[in-house]
């Protein structure tokens, strides 16, 4: 749902953005407008690696397929840092012809500033609602789509600025709007690439895992040690290894019975725990 919304409001924002951009002679306006193009391409490729990552596991991924949906944010993060790039450099280039007189340049359209005021508005709307389904669901390429839609509210509130004072005679400051767009992208693209990367990398947070896990086991009176913690991330779920050391004279079937209280424990305590492997001994 997530998806489909924010699709479908980048592509009416993209060719609205543009095209008014165009028409209007905004260069902010037509920067943001580039932003909302590569925003379909993003949704183009979040949609198609969540449904990769819904497949079923199988003989090969035996913990399913969910990491599709952290290569997937790592390609929107990709995606991101090129636009802004391109955006930047557009902008420098416009300013630098304003200033050399190549360019002769009124300020954008009414037209133009009101497109950009009604993006402002509904970006909002969009990130509030994708923020609150990727918190729900601890999804990583829909939480880079939330950041993608907060990063719009901010590019659409410096296009508006600059759309406004370029009205108002200092039209070097609607490209230069386009500039500041293009900082603020890329460091949406920074944090979305930070955060896939980490999960590729299956990194957790190890410390805190590894308290929690004791304090919650320490209520069995039959562990007698933990000697081992071990925790892998497959997309946003956990599998947890651990060895404890029980009583040596104790029956197999009595050791079976504390591993699947430990289970029970830690996946009734833990989110997103797909899975708890117990090894037992006896302690030394």
């Known amino acids: 749902m997530a998806v489909l919304l924010g699709l479908f409001s980048n592509i009416v924002l993209a060719a609205v953005k ?3 951009g165009v028409i209007g002679h905004s260069p902010a306006l037509l920067a943001d407008g580039i932003n909302s193009t590569s925003d379909v391409a993003y949704y183009v490729v979040v949609g198609i ?20 949906e952290s290569i997937g944010a790592l390609i929107v993060g990709s995606f991101v840092i090129t636009t802004a790039v391109a955006i930047f450099w557009n902008s420098v280039d416009t300013i630098y012809d304003i200033f050399s007189g190549e360019t002769v340049y009124a ?42 839609h907060r990063n719009d509210i901010f590019s659409a ?34 944090e979305i690439l930070r955060e896939s990367t980490s999960d590729l990398m299956d990194t957790v947070p190890g410390r805190v895992l590894d308290t929690q896990i004791r304090r919650l086991l320490a209520t069995i009176s039959e562990i007698r ?3 081992e913690i071990h925790t892998h991330r497959f997309g946003p779920y956990l599998v947890i290894n651990l060895t404890i050391c029980v009583d040596g004279d104790l029956k197999v079937s009595e050791g079976d019975r504390i591993s699947t209280e430990v289970e029970e424990i830690i ?13 037992y001994h006896p302690v030394d």
Not at 121 to 147: D, R, W
Not at 179 to 186: E, K, Q, R, S
């Open 18 to 20: 543009t095209g008014i």
């Open 49 to 68: 690696f969540v449904r990769m990552a819904n497949k079923p596991a199988d003989d090969s991924h035996p913990y399913g397929h969910s990491q599709f």
């Open 157 to 190: 509130l410096a296009a508006s600025v600059g759309i406004f004072l370029g009205r108002q005679g200092y039209y070097w400051v609607d490209p230069l709007a386009g500039a500041l767009v293009a900082f603020v992208i890329l460091q949406t693209g920074i």
């Open 225 to 227: 040690q933990i000697d």
């Open 107 to 148: 300020g954008g359209s009414s037209a133009a500033l009101w497109i950009a005021l009604g993006t402002v508005l509904l970006k909002v709307i969009l990130t509030l609602f994708t923020q609150n389904i990727g918190t729900t669901t601890n999804n990583p390429s829909i939480t880079a789509l939330a950041y993608d």
């Open 267 to 279: 996946k009734q305590n833990i989110d997103l725990v797909r899975n708890v492997h117990v090894h």
